[in-house]
């Protein structure tokens, strides 16, 4: 499945979005499992949140499937790259866009 890239005004939204598509887990719960076991998930949807006026404020949310058909989000805020699993998951959505080209 190609993986969609969307734009929205809030966080909020974007989660909204997701749950009425099925992704109902909350992976930022089980950060340990994505950090140690990103092979076992796929990245379906990207959305982007950008702050009005600070680029800090950026966030983004992330549709995943696990290998077992699990749908869940997994957000990271500002900074929240440092996390492993927001590491994993980052290069997992450069990967994919490099694969596509």
Known sequence: MDRQMYHYATVSKALQELAEKGFTTDFNLEEERIAHNADDFT????????????????STVYG????????????VGPGGDENDAAKRLLDMSIRGRIEQQ
């Open 43 to 58: 990245i379906e949807h990207i959305y982007r949140y950008e702050g009005e006026s600070d680029p800090g404020d950026e």
């Open 64 to 75: 995943i499937r696990s290998a077992k058909g699990e749908k869940g989000v997994f957000v």
